[in-house]
């Protein structure tokens, strides 16, 4: 599969390498078609690794990731472009950390609204899923790093792109049934209110190879 990578930060650079691994080709967009992160990126990766704009990237994919920072996510796509996304899965793996003078985290929007519904409104044409925000980016593509059975996520109103998600992350090695659907894009909300807890959980831990594993009666 030809695969878009917006963002060139560490979450997507880690997602292009393991899709590129699993034989999928990958451009990784930036603002601007020099950016080191991407152009270093590429050259390391091979054939199927290519660097560009978020444009470039938008236009190159089947399926789209966004990994910018979730503040600023929808002007990196809005440069991607609307026709490059219509039709198309958006994973957006994307977390809208604000932080205060103190150094206090939060989120904007929180609550009420959410990046993955903000990003499904203004690209209504795209099939939008909420995915892998909810752990570090080395775990996202190795689950086998955290030990024991561990669960990822999936929010969207498109069965369909979800199911293409899960499969997806199969391939990364989640295993069946370990990724749960939380519904539509509203599931978003819950997802991104996660993070905060999880930056506290990473400084009790001392690491980042931790994940939820959630257990139920029923």
């Not at 990578?5 to 292009?16: D, P």
């Not at 991104?192 to 807890?197: D, H, R």
Request: charged content about 20%; hydrophobic content about 45%.
């Amino acid at each position: 599969m030809r695969i878009g990578i917006i963002g060139t930060g560490t979450v997507g650079r880690t997602l292009a390498g393991k899709l590129v691994s699993l034989g999928h080709e990958v451009t990784v967009g930036s603002r601007t078609k020099d950016n080191t992160a991407a152009t270093t990126w590429a050259e390391q990766a091979g054939p199927r690794g290519h660097g560009g704009t978020f444009a470039d990237a938008a236009a190159f994919g089947e399926l789209i990731v966004n990994a910018t920072a979730g503040t600023v996510s929808l002007k990196a796509l809005q440069a991607a472009g609307a026709d490059a996304l219509a039709g198309k899965i958006l994973i957006d793996v994307s977390n809208p950390l604000v932080f205060s003078p103190e150094g206090e985290v939060g989120l904007d929007p929180v609550g009420t609204d959410s990046v993955g519904e903000r990003i499904q409104r203004e690209f209504p044409q795209a099939r939008v899923v909420k995915a892998l925000n909810t752990m570090s980016a080395p775990v996202m593509v190795e689950p086998g790093r955290v030990p024991g059975e561990h669960n990822a996520f999936v929010a969207g109103d498109d069965p369909d792109a979800k199911a293409e998600v899960v499969a997806l992350l199969e391939q990364f090695g989640w295993p069946a049934g370990s990724v749960l659907d939380l519904g539509d894009i509203k599931g978003a909300r819950g997802m991104e209110m996660l993070m905060p807890f999880w930056l506290r959980l990473m400084g009790h831990f001392g690491s980042t190879d931790f994940n939820y594993s959630l257990r139920s009666a029923g």
